[in-house]
Structure formats: structure tokens, C-alpha cells
T-cell receptor
Framework: KQEVTQIPAALSVPEGENLVLNCSFTDSAIYNLQWFRQDPGKGLTSLLLIQSSQREQTSGRLNASLDKSSGRSTLYIAASQPGDSATYLCAVSRDGDKLIFGTGTRLQVFP | KAGVTQTPRYLIKTRGQQVTLSCSPISGHRSVSWYQQTPGQGLQFLFEYFSETQRNKGNFPGRFSGRQFSNSRSEMNVSTLELGDSALYLC???WGQGTLNTEAFFGQGTRLTVV
């Protein structure tokens, strides 16, 4: 049974810092991994999708890497801003379009 | 380009009642998935529909059901509501190209409160 873990559970940093969020999964036979952000009481916003054949993806200040063999992904946020404050979720897929989510990292960036 | 639309946004129901939630996917997307989000259990997969067929189902009781129409719009129904069904219900849409997963886009969710 696939299990997805995210560390740390919560993070509070001053504006401008570079951040690394971690995601671990137990079964390396995945099709892809997706990172999302969720603002309180809202839906999920897709940030990055990494296909199983890829090693990383970049979008603006965000960079996500994938190491299937070790069951890990990291989301790197450069020069963090207060607007980055949200919960960040990773999710893996293997069976059709079913996503298995991690527990999330709650990020607070203060001015 | 319109995103994923879920209606209604908020619902308050009484124990024992039933409820129907609706999801309109992004135009052209054929796969619709439903998830339940609670503080204690996080995000859990309910079911997925592709071209009007249920392709995958999570570990939820039979009180939770769904369907998909020919225009890819989907509904989920919960019968005999229990207090524990209070949650944020999220719908996701994607192209759904066979067994190859593609990027999932989520709606804003329906907040269901059972009293």
C-alpha cells in the first residue's frame, strides 16, 4: 500500500529565505508526482507535475525534483514571499488518475 | 479557459438526509475524480470516472456513489448522512488518457456540514 509522507509538517520562515519541502513515498512504481498548494478553505492549485521519466520541473521560483529509486521528491522555493504562505501537498499516482496525497507542509512566510 | 466548477460551495444537511454534489470539469477533460478532505484523515480518494464509467474506487461505504454524464460533468451522492461525513469534497479533472496520468486540476470544493 502506497504511503506518502511530508516533512516538515509546518514551517515558519522570514521573507526572502530559500526553502526545501520534502515528500517521501513507499512504492517507487509511480506514473507521476504532482505538487499542489492549498489556501485555507480553498481548493488545490497545481504547481508542478513531474512525469516518472523526468528528474525535475521548474516554474518561476519553484523547482521540484523526483528520485523514484529512493522514493523522494523535493520542492524548492526560492526567495520566499508572504504570498507563498499556504499548505503544500504532494501526490503520487500509479493507478489511472487516482492520486494518493501526503499529509502536507503548512508554510508561513512572515515579512 | 474556465476551470473546474463545483456546486454548491456550501451545504448544511441533517443526519439521515442525502446530498448531491456537482462538478463540471475543464472543457475537453474526460476524467473526473472525487476526494474527501477532513482534518483527521487528510485527502482521501473516493472514485474516478472516465467516459461515463467508474474506473477506480476508494475505500468508502456504499452510501457514497457517483456518476458521470456524456458531457463529462459528474455528480456524487451521499445517502443517509452521518456526522462524520462533514468535510470538504473536492473534484479534480484531467485529460485521462488511458492509464497514463496527466495533470489534475481541482475545483474550489463543496463544504458539507452535517448537523
Amino acid at each position: 500500500k502506497q504511503e506518502v509522507t511530508q516533512i516538515p509538517a509546518a514551517l515558519s520562515v522570514p521573507e526572502g529565505e530559500n526553502l526545501v519541502l520534502n515528500c517521501s513515498f513507499t512504492d517507487s512504481a509511480i506514473y507521476n508526482l504532482q505538487w499542489f498548494r492549498q489556501d485555507p478553505g480553498k481548493g488545490l492549485t497545481s504547481l508542478l507535475l513531474i512525469q516518472s521519466s523526468q528528474r525535475e520541473q521548474t516554474s518561476g521560483r519553484l523547482n521540484a525534483s523526483l528520485d523514484k529509486s529512493s522514493g523522494r521528491s523535493t520542492l524548492y522555493i526560492a526567495a520566499s514571499q508572504p504570498g507563498d504562505s499556504a499548505t503544500y501537498l504532494c501526490a503520487v499516482s500509479r493507478d489511472g488518475d487516482k492520486l494518493i496525497f501526503g499529509t502536507g507542509t503548512r508554510l508561513q512566510v512572515f515579512p | 479557459k474556465a476551470g473546474v466548477t463545483q456546486t454548491p460551495r456550501y451545504l448544511i444537511k441533517t443526519r439521515g438526509q442525502q446530498v448531491t454534489l456537482s462538478c463540471s470539469p475543464i472543457s475537453g477533460h474526460r476524467s473526473v475524480s472525487w476526494y474527501q478532505q477532513t482534518p483527521g484523515q487528510g485527502l482521501q480518494f473516493l472514485f474516478e470516472y472516465f467516459s461515463e464509467t467508474q474506473r477506480n474506487k476508494g475505500n468508502f461505504p456504499g452510501r457514497f456513489s457517483g456518476r458521470q454524464f456524456s458531457n463529462s460533468r459528474s455528480e456524487m451522492n451521499v445517502s443517509t448522512l452521518e456526522l462524520g461525513d462533514s468535510a470538504l469534497y473536492l473534484c479534480a479533472s484531467s485529460w485521462g488518457q488511458g492509464t497514463l496520468n496527466t495533470e489534475a486540476f481541482f475545483g474550489q470544493g463543496t463544504r458539507l456540514t452535517v448537523v
